[in-house]
């Protein structure tokens, strides 16, 4: 399963869709997995606070082939604040559209008071729950992480995503997940420390 596709799951609730963060979370952890996606594709990777393209070799995925083809377009933006702020925009939309494209969740309508809400609900509503369980056992567990894997828990420590997948704040699995992140290759590492401080940035602005 690509990264963002398992961050969306993960990120919603298996029963009305509800987000499990504020959406300014999941949207700015959704945007660095699509930008992680790109990374294990070694179509772009990142050092610090910056982004680079490597290949302009189309990704067999739609969705990673538009945003990598909008990265070549402007690419006098190399900020990786500034591409997840700007996928960060669609980002719901978008992963949820590829999700539904597949038959894995179903595009609804939900009514409040004068407005409507999106909402993108599993035909499964085994296949979240599953993903969560997935990704606590790899943090709980001992073997060694595959990258996607690990950057999916960076990104999921990142964001705040983990205290909902990890119960009763698990023994050691903070240190695990430090341990994996810091373990990480340097453009996912630097990846998900972009996404932990475009977060906490987040957080501040909405609290002034």
Do not use: C, K
């Not at 990704?59 to 990598?68: M, Q």
């Not at 695990?176 to 998900?192: E, F, K, M, S, Y």
């Amino acid at each position: 399963m690509l990264l963002a596709d398992d961050f969306f799951l993960i990120a919603h609730d298996d029963r009305d869709g509800r987000s499990r963060l504020s959406p300014r979370a999941v949207d700015l952890g959704l945007a660095g997995a699509m930008l992680g996606e790109l990374v294990l594709e070694q179509r772009i990777t990142i050092e610090g606070a910056r982004l680079r393209v490597l290949s302009g070799e189309p990704p067999a995925d739609p969705l990673a082939h538009t945003n990598l083809a909008t990265m070549i377009a402007e690419v006098q933006h190399r900020e990786v604040r500034t591409w997840l702020q700007f996928l960060g925009q669609t980002a719901v939309e978008q992963v949820g559209a590829r999700l539904a494209r597949v038959g894995l969740v179903e595009q609804t309508q939900v009514r409040r008071l004068l407005r409507s809400t999106t909402r993108w609900l599993p035909v499964d509503v085994n296949l979240p729950t599953g993903r969560v369980v997935r990704l606590r056992r790899l943090i709980t567990g001992f073997e060694p992480m595959r990258v996607a894997d690990a950057t999916l828990a960076g990104i999921a420590e990142a964001t705040g995503l983990s205290g909902h997948v990890l119960w009763d704040g698990e023994p050691g699995a903070g240190r695990r997940i430090q341990h994996t992140v810091g373990a990480l290759p340097p453009p996912l590492r630097d990846l998900v420390l972009q996404v932990e401080a475009a977060v906490g940035d987040a957080v501040l602005s909405q609290r002034g």
